[in-house]
């Protein structure tokens, strides 16, 4: 079974920064690769498929990379309102990551 | 806009069963595959049911399989899971969630969810 793995666990950076997030594979799942974005008492909110396809509305900032096993969500400039736990997702089976706390620094 | 509303949640003894509904407005409903997924308090997102458009073909995580059955009404816009056999560890809050497109297991939509609470 793939296993997918999100790092860091938490990621603390200032507003205006740039983020990194990662996720890892344990085997190729190609392109088949969504980030969501979750806050709390909400429902997550896609953000990323196809490794690197922004969903409809979802600003410039945010942009996805990689494929295989390896990915990267950045964040180009944070706002106030992307402090959220992000999830990666891998659609050929519906598995999660365990997800990237990002606060403020 | 579409719109998911989840129902049916609650207190449920273990053993017990409980049945969610997902009320769907503003798409197509029969043109999409639909899922349900669940977050235990403090943990993250769990996929836990799937449901093609028509109804006629069905997936589960192997945590669930033989105790929930996933099922839709395309007539009500509406999406089912009967939860049998409960579990403390079934305890979360349950999403519903359309797929953005047949053969893309993303979910562009999600309800606001609704929490089962396993416990005696």
């Known amino acids: 079974e793939i296993v997918m793995t999100q790092s860091p666990a938490t990621l603390s950076v200032s507003p205006g920064e740039r983020a990194t997030l990662s996720c890892r594979a344990s085997?190729?799942?190609?392109?088949?690769l969504a980030w969501y974005q979750q806050k709390p008492g909400q429902a997550p909110r896609l953000l990323i498929y196809g490794a690197s396809t922004r969903a409809t509305g979802i600003p410039a900032r945010f942009s996805g990379s990689g494929s295989g096993t390896e990915f990267t969500l950045t964040i180009s400039s944070l706002q106030s309102e992307d402090f959220a736990v992000y999830y990666c997702?891998?659609?050929?089976?519906?598995?999660f990551g365990q997800g990237t706390k990002l606060e403020i620094k | 806009e579409v719109q998911l509303v989840e129902s049916g949640g609650g207190l449920v003894q273990p053993g017990g069963s409980l049945r969610l509904s997902c009320a769907a407005s503003g798409l197509t409903f029969s043109s999409y595959v639909m899922s349900w997924v669940r977050q235990a308090p403090g943990k993250g997102l769990e996929w836990v049911s799937a449901i093609s458009d028509s109804g006629g073909r069905t997936y589960y995580a192997d945590s669930v399989k033989g105790r929930f059955t996933i099922s839709r009404d395309n007539s009500k816009n509406t999406l089912y899971l009967q939860m049998n056999s409960l579990r403390a560890e079934d305890t979360a809050v349950y999403y519903c969630a359309k797929e953005i497109r047949k053969g893309i297991a993303v979910a562009d939509y999600w309800g606001q969810g609704t929490l089962v609470t396993v416990s005696s």
């Open positions: 997702q891998q659609y050929n089976n519906w598995l």
């Open positions: 085997q190729s799942v190609s392109s088949n």
